[in-house]
């Protein structure tokens, strides 16, 4: 009994052996493969991430050496009105956005899916915002949101309805925002659209012999069907609002103009965070805001997944 | 503790990017061209945008002089981001320019140099510049540029409104402001809950230093510091704001001006959109080419004792902090700003003003000797409205003000236009609203360096 055991042990061991080799040199060659994404995260996200928590506990203008203030950046933090103002801001306008989107983008997604032959042209027409510069959609979003003579009105005058100052009144402005960037939401629509082509059919069939209606197979078949990529839109759509940039500093805050009749319903917090940054040339300063938005940011995504625990579903799962 | 500089900036700069497009580069000139005479090596600009004929036979005139100079033109307008980061990387243009009001901000963090030893160097003499325009880019006694521009601002008026409802100049005077109220009321015109016509339009927030003025305040003391709660600067932010305020409140007020064709042949007097405003002096040389047949008229901004006010503000030439040629920059900002030189700007204009088969409406600079000499060689005088504004503007640049510089400029403006634009908004009332800008910009001149 012995030998055999012997040999079979010795035959377990090489083909052990062989396959710990075969993994290392997978492992080798996948390292190999992602490591120039690794030396980028670690020199462009990393590495300015560990400096600018650094520098939060400065005084740095960018110019002279920084000096070390504690926690004096953070203390302020916590009385600067306008941090609050912007906080306020960009919470309201990601409780708008990030639902907005959701929805905009998934009834255009099923009626995408709805589309036959051609769907593969109508996905690209409902892509190709995405690709237009954010700058240029908040340069036309300004025109087109004009109160008196705006493109938006001039439709809703037709029937009747007096709009709103969407760029000029303070209460307008948020919902205004949220138009403009719905302009983006080509991406999400693709995304809803692969989930949807993935539900299998015999799951609606199954749902019409028991009775159930349109409404109800969009319930309770294609929601939890595709609510993995629901979700993953929740985290990423969330992520973007509380960064909000682009189209709110385009329209209210850049150039000379701009800046001049910049409107602090549009002051989100990291237009407030650049205007620290390179207006004032508060760069510890600046740090601490990113930092605190940082916080923020990981706290509510942390929310958001353990919440989701209860309503996502991920094929394959156990239970 | 003192953490270095350069170990961090690269992690600062790229940290705080936040998916804002990068700066577009500045030209650089190698570290040993620059030579004692400053009369050969590279030169670098940064902010001074696409040179129009005045520019661009400035620019001429500065190649004539120095041949040997290579010269590099950033064409882009000045970019805060751009320049800081320049400076902040060693990667910095050979000279900077920029709005004069920001000279304060950047000298007390130390981004540009103080220009009086090189300017005695250069024989470049503080009273061959309008006094207002030097006080503006002195900080602590020390002058950080050399102006060169030099708007000022007066009341321009669209005639066919004003005999529209029967109103005349005098009327509109902004001595009697109980008179401009109610002509402001006569001038404005509204269809259907829209507006047609704003009457009077008192340009806020960016004229509150005008309207400050002119009931006896400034919102920056002589030593810089910020005067923004004073109780004369809280009465007519209320007042320019009532005016607003009679004309359909801001939002809709500022939804219809951002309609205005303002450059174009449908400017707001053609299509009768305005009564009057206060504006620069450019605004005269866009109007008689889009529209030379339209009936301006225009009358000097007064303060209530009726004595006539403006403000001035305009560009200047700086020297950032590591500047590699600084002998040819100071040769630049001789020459660009020279008599001899604008003479030539205003040679290009005329020829300019033939070929349109336009009308020479000035030139403003911060030369009072350069502005007498082509207001007397190319300014033709007349009884036309045109004719009247122009000297209306000529005569201003006597008696305008500066908003003095301080340390703490940028924060300080920031704070006051923050504050008026929440008070046209209806979030704050003017007093708190200025009560709260004053202590943010007393914040900012208490940290300020």
Not at chain 1, 183 to 211: C, F, M
Not at chain 1, 246 to 271: H, P
Not at chain 2, 299 to 304: E, G, M, V, Y
């Amino acid at each position: 009994m012995a030998a055999p055991t012997s040999v079979a042990a010795t035959r377990r061991m090489t083909a052990g052996g062989a396959r710990r080799t075969r993994n290392w040199r997978e492992i080798r060659a996948a390292y190999g493969f992602i490591s120039l994404w690794i030396i980028g995260f670690l020199v462009f996200t990393l590495g300015p991430m560990i400096a600018s928590f650094v520098l939060s506990f400065t005084d740095y203008n960018a110019i002279d050496s920084p000096q070390n203030v504690g926690l004096e950046n953070y203390r302020q933090l916590a009385e600067d009105q306008k941090v609050a103002k912007a906080l306020g801001n960009t919470l309201v306008y990601a409780a708008m956005y990030v639902p907005a989107s959701m929805a905009v983008a998934l009834a255009l997604a099923m009626v995408l899916n709805r589309v036959g032959r051609a769907s593969g042209f109508f996905r690209t027409i409902f892509y190709l915002p995405k690709m237009t510069p954010t700058v240029a959609v908040g340069a036309l979003f300004l025109l087109l949101l004009n109160g008196q003579e705006g493109l938006l009105n001039r439709t809703l005058r037709l029937f009747g309805i007096d709009g709103p100052n969407w760029t000029t009144d303070t209460h307008w402005v948020k919902p205004g925002l949220v138009i403009t960037t719905l302009w983006s939401v080509g991406g999400t629509v693709v995304i809803y659209l692969a989930a949807l082509r993935q539900v299998p059919k015999d799951l609606y069939e199954a749902a019409e012999l028991d009775g159930a209606g349109s409404w109800t197979k969009f319930r309770k078949v294609t929601i939890p069907m595709i609510s993995g990529a629901l979700f993953f839109t929740l985290i990423v759509q969330t992520i973007a609002a509380l960064q909000m940039f682009n189209e709110a500093y385009t329209m209210f805050f850049g150039g000379q103009q701009n800046s001049t009749y910049s409107n602090e319903a549009a002051l989100f917090y990291v237009i407030y965070l650049f205007q620290q940054a390179f207006r004032f040339l508060h760069m510890g300063y600046a740090s601490a805001l990113a930092w605190l938005l940082f916080v923020i940011i990981m706290i509510i995504t942390a929310v958001q997944v353990r919440v989701s625990r209860r309503f996502v579903y991920y094929e394959g799962e156990r239970d | 503790m003192t953490i270095t500089r350069r170990g961090l900036l690269a992690g600062s700069m790229g940290a705080l990017a936040l998916g804002v497009s990068a700066c577009g580069g500045v030209n650089k000139s190698s570290n040993n061209d620059a030579t004692k005479g400053g009369d050969s090596g590279s030169l670098s600009t940064m902010g001074f945008g696409k040179p129009d004929d005045v520019g661009q036979a400035r620019i001429d005139a500065f190649k004539s002089a120095y041949p040997k100079v290579q010269l590099n033109i950033n064409e882009g307008d000045f970019d805060p981001q751009q320049f800081l980061s320049a400076v902040a990387t060693g990667n910095v243009p050979d000279l900077v320019y920029l709005n004069r009001e920001l000279v304060g901000s950047y000298a007390s963090q130390g981004a540009i140099q103080p220009l009086d030893d090189k300017m005695a160097s250069a024989g470049i003499k503080n009273s061959g510049y309008r006094e207002a325009a030097i006080k503006e880019v002195t900080v602590d006694g020390k002058v950080y540029g050399i102006p060169e521009f030099y708007n000022t601002r007066n009341i321009l008026v669209n005639g066919k409104a004003l005999q529209e409802v029967g109103l005349t100049l005098p009327d509109l005077s902004t001595s009697d402001w109980d008179k401009l109220h109610a002509s402001t009321v006569k001038l404005y015109k509204a269809n259907g809950g829209r507006i047609a016509r704003i009457g009077f339009d008192p340009k806020l927030p960016e004229f509150l230093p005008l309207w400050a003025k002119a009931n006896g305040a400034d919102l920056v003391n002589p030593d810089g510091s910020p005067n923004l709660e004073d109780p004369k600067v809280i009465e007519a932010l209320a007042y320019a704001l009532s005016l607003i305020n009679e004309q359909g409140g801001w939002s809709k007020f500022k939804a219809f001006r951002d309609t205005w064709d303002l450059f174009g042949s449908g400017n707001q007097f053609v299509k009768n959109q305005a009564g009057a405003f206060p504006w620069e002096g450019w605004l005269v040389n866009v109007l008689v080419q889009a529209s030379p047949k339209v009936d301006l008229q225009s009358l000097p901004f007064t303060d209530r004792q009726g004595n006539p006010v403006s403000f001035q503000s305009g560009s200047a030439w700086c020297l950032p902090k590591g500047s590699k040629n600084p002998a040819a920059a100071v040769n630049w900002m001789k020459t660009m700003t020279s008599t001899e030189t604008w003479l030539k700007a205003g040679e290009a204009r005329q020829a300019t003003v033939e070929k349109n088969k336009s009308k020479f409406t000035g030139l403003w600079t911060a030369n009072p000797e350069a502005d007498q000499q082509i207001k007397a060689k190319y300014v033709k005088p007349g009884q036309t409205g045109f004719d009247k504004a122009i000297e209306n503007y000529y005569a201003s640049t006597e008696y305008a003000f500066a908003v003095v510089g301080s340390k703490a400029g940028s924060e300080i403006k920031t704070a006051w236009q923050d504050a008026v634009n929440r008070a046209l908004s209806g979030q704050q009332k003017p007093d708190v609203a200025m009560k709260q800008a004053q202590a943010e910009a007393s914040k900012a001149f208490s940290a300020a360096k």
